[in-house]
């Protein structure tokens, strides 16, 4: 057939695209209705039911609550009043007569403190000074005074030192030399001043009586002096310790307990004497090292040099 025109072209055209646009939206319908019964409402659609009825509880929560307070209400209204009718004087004073009576209080004080203050500033400034003129020239009079007596004492002193050291060297000077006038001193011994010993090495009281009485006669005659003396005679002649010859001493030779395997070390061995670990290259380490260990010779075995070498 021939070939339609421009304008019935175009016409046909946008019918076209008119009908596959509404068998693309009924499609979409139809695939929309099958999700929807397939899966159910979507998040949205949970979402805003879920918020719907939370907003109905709510409300119903409210009313019950508001219905709950509105009876207590007429509950309370019903009841007589526990606490009778205060008289005027009880009654607390409200906003404006406590702010009234804070200002009063302020200007009060504000004129007090103005007139204490002048009084206090009057007072300053008729008092009578604490030091007069003339009383601090005489201060310092006295004071310059008594620093020429000073000056005068110092220079006195220094004076008398030097003279002092200048009769040292003119002594100094006339006196023999110890070359010419030599004489060897004569030591004689004197009695120990006994204020000087310290009295951690003097004999406590005891001690001096019974020095006292071993070395009368009548003690070193008896029996029993006798038979100190031999006492002492013996303890001196006896051998000295580090000349008494002792036998080696023994000692006892400390049985080592045999140690106690505990759960890990069972299985250790258990898992070691299994076939699959014998086999494995890390046991044939294993035994490497060990016999290394028991080749390595000994540490009291081995020869040091000497130290400091």
Known sequence: PPPPEGGAASVMAGARDQATAVRAAAMNGRIKQVLREATGPSFEERIAAASANFRRQAL????????????????????????????????????????EEHARVIRENTRKYASESAARTHRMKTREPLFRVSEVQAAFEQ???????????????????????????????HRPLLVEDYQRPVHSRTVPNLRLIPEHTKDTPLQSKVHK????????????????LAIRDRQNKRPGLHEISYPPKQFQEKQVPAPVPYAMDLRMKAVIAQPWYQKSE???KVKEIRQR????????EISYPPKGA
């Open 213 to 228: 009485a071993i070395s009368r006669s009548s003690f070193q005659e008896s029996d029993w002096g006798q038979e100190v």
């Open 293 to 300: 260990q028991d080749d390595r010779p000994k540490l009291h």
């Open 60 to 99: 119903e929560t409210e009313r019950k609550q508001t219905q709950i307070i509105e009876d207590a209400k007429m509950r309370a209204k019903q009841q007589p009043s526990a606490s009778a009718v205060r008289p005027k004087e009880l009654v607390p004073p409200s906003v404006e007569e406590r702010a």
């Open 143 to 173: 004071q310059r005074q008594r620093q020429a007596e000073r000056r005068k004492q110092l220079a006195d002193e220094e004076a008398r030192q030097w003279q002092h050291i200048a009769e040292l060297q003119d002594r100094v000077v």
């Open 282 to 284: 890390w046991s044939e």
